[in-house]
């Protein structure tokens, strides 16, 4: 983040350097000798800076890379830490300049202290020199991009809108109406460059977008329609006659003609003051906002502070934007947006009756009526169950690991794996997937599958509900024709499977291990003599064609281990002493 501003006319030379008249004996002549200020007023400036802004620390660090370019660092209270570099350059001992260049550390938020020590280093400046010129400011270029942004949605907004009243009213072809030449013709100029610029858009309607944000608002301020036709009265057609007599200019005759032009509608007054609610205030707003929007676009300095009074002009603007268009729409409403409205309403109406007599089948019946989300949340319920099942029987078992519980959305709910293998394969998803109707005497259904890691299928069960349903005695009371249904009948076969695989059949080393070993006549090169670590179960490989080097084909806990020095066979780290198994160990004291 850089910060660079120029001082230029210093009002006293003296402050930077000062000459004094010398004699050269050797020479015979008059000369001068050169005295550099320019590091003691460097310094100054920083003290005084400091003093004001009661900040942390600040060094010299000296004058680097070129003669009078005095450098520091400076620390802000929070720690912050900034490079300040005062180049000085004098020109004939009659002007001079100095740039003031900081620079800081990219922020994740805006650097407050950044800016309060820019402004601090300009006000010290600013009395010892005629000019201060902005040359780069990063942080203000931030603020302005970020602006620009906003400002751009809501000019795209203002377009829109504008768009669709004007074509709604006037036609497709509104820019063509009489009293509106002049902007037909800049649009028509700017038209072309915008197709240059932009080919692939070169046949839609660019009426607004070949428009400035000014001639924009001229247009919906200023501008008026007149009637294509218009009578000439004797007076009118008399003088017109003596004008065409006299040789008046053919433009002069168009002139007079256009001045007895009616108008046809008032662009602001007609078409767009009944759907704002403060005229006067969306005006003064609209000028704020060109302004405003203006100053970021050429990306003119900003701080914090008046960053905030854009946004809050730019919101304003977006407001009285969004009223307008939504009275508009409200007002001017086409014919399928007014047979939704009716659709809607027709369909509120319906599920008002719907549920009334819901109500009354509950009340008067005692049925147990669910609409869709307490099916589904009977449904999530049972399925918690059996996760629940699930974690008592396996989560103190260092063998699995089980997730956490998720309700479904036609995926997973829960998910239980062996650690054997890091990829995770070995492992049993429980997926469910909901099919609900909640009417009355309709079936809902939640079926449950548990897959293995290639996704094929090891066990599934369905569990239901039926809503119950009545009808309307004689007697103007309701009667039930049947009560509402959970099945969960297939869910008890389902987790007498499940938990059969994942006892039996998830992990598939300990049984590759056991016929091994049965094929081998009782030989086993592939595990340790001594017991993993963590579950105690002797599995633990010592042979890369079986599992990797120390890890248990139980638990998937890897140990560590580590050759004997002396007979090579793979232990237990922790029973290895001076490099030597217990074997050896033993071997050699009893030498």
């Known amino acids: 983040m850089t ?3 120029s001082m230029d006319r210093i009002k006293n030379m003296d402050q930077l350097y000062t000459w004094t008249p010398t004699y050269s004996e050797e020479l015979g002549c008059p000369g001068e000798e050169e005295h550099y200020h320019g590091t003691d007023y460097c310094k100054q400036v920083i003290a005084d800076v400091f003093a004001t802004m009661n900040w942390g620390t600040q060094k010299y660090l000296g004058s680097l890379d070129r003669i009078a370019n005095e450098v520091f660092n400076v620390n802000s209270t929070e720690g912050i830490n900034y490079r300040i570099e005062f180049a000085i350059n004098t020109y004939e001992k009659k002007a001079a300049r100095l740039e003031c260049t900081i620079t800081g550390l990219e922020t994740e938020n805006y650097d407050q202290r950044l800016e309060e020590l820019k402004i601090a280093l300009k006000n010290r400046l600013a009395p010892d020199w005629e000019v201060c010129t902005w040359l780069v400011d990063m942080q203000s270029a931030q603020l302005c991009k970020e602006a620009y942004e906003k400002a751009f949605i809501i000019e795209n907004n203002l377009r829109a809108f504008a768009s669709k009243v004007l074509i709604h009213f006037l036609g497709a072809d509104w820019l063509s109406k009489p009293g509106l030449e002049k902007q037909s013709e800049s649009v028509k100029n700017l038209k072309e460059k915008f197709t240059q610029r932009v080919p692939e858009f070169d046949n839609i309607n660019t009426d607004f977008l070949s428009m400035t944000l000014e001639t924009l608002f001229g247009v919906l301020f200023d501008s008026v329609t007149y009637n294509t036709e218009f009578v000439l009265n004797r007076d009118k057609y008399d003088k017109l006659f003596n004008m065409a007599s006299k040789n008046v200019s053919g433009q002069n005759i168009a002139d007079y003609i256009k001045s007895k032009r009616t108008v046809e509608k008032n662009i602001w007054d007609d078409l767009f003051v ?7 205030k969306f005006k003064d707003v609209a000028h704020k906002f060109i302004e405003d929007r203006n100053h970021v676009a050429h990306s003119k300095i900003l701080s914090w502070n008046s960053y905030q009074v854009i946004l809050n002009d730019f919101e304003k603007m977006n407001e009285q934007i969004r009223n307008a268009d939504a009275k508009f729409d409200m007002e001017e409403t086409s014919d399928e947006i ?9 369909a509120e109406e319906e599920q008002d009756v719907r549920a009334y007599y819901r ?16 099916i589904e949340n009977q449904f999530d319920e049972t399925l918690h169950d059996l996760y629940s099942d699930v974690f008592k029987q396996y989560h103190l078992d260092v063998r699995y690991e089980i997730s956490d519980f998720q309700t479904p959305n036609e995926g997973t709910c829960f998910t239980v794996t062996s650690p054997v293998l890091e990829d995770g394969s070995l492992r049993v998803d429980v997926v469910a997937n909901y099919i609900i109707d909640d009417e009355l005497g309709e079936d809902s259904v939640c079926k449950i599958e548990c897959r293995d890691g290639e996704g094929k299928t090891i066990c599934s069960a369905e569990i239901s509900f ?8 004689e007697e103007g009371l309701m009667e039930a024709d049947e009560d509402s249904e959970y099945d969960t009948s297939e869910l008890e076969e389902l987790r007498e499977k499940m938990f059969e695989y994942i006892d039996e059949k998830l992990n598939p080393y300990p049984e590759k291990l056991d016929a091994y070993v049965y094929e081998n006549k009782g030989d086993n090169a592939w595990t340790a003599d001594f017991a993993c670590s963590q579950c105690g179960k002797f599995g633990v490989s010592i042979h890369e064609e079986f599992l990797p080097i120390g890890r248990c084909c139980y638990c998937g806990w890897d140990n560590e281990l580590e050759k004997c020095d002396r007979c090579g066979q793979l232990v237990d780290v922790d029973v290895l002493e001076n490099g030597l198994c217990p074997s050896c160990s033993a071997y050699i004291d009893k030498q």
């Open 3 to 5: 910060i660079k501003f």
């Open 274 to 280: 009944p759907f704002i609610g403060e005229p006067e």
């Open 338 to 346: 007014l047979d939704t409205w009716s659709a809607e309403e027709k």
């Open 359 to 374: 109500d009354r089948l509950v009340s008067e019946t005692g049925i147990d009526i669910l609409d869709e989300s307490d």
């Open 466 to 473: 039926r809503n119950g349903n009545g009808h309307e005695g």
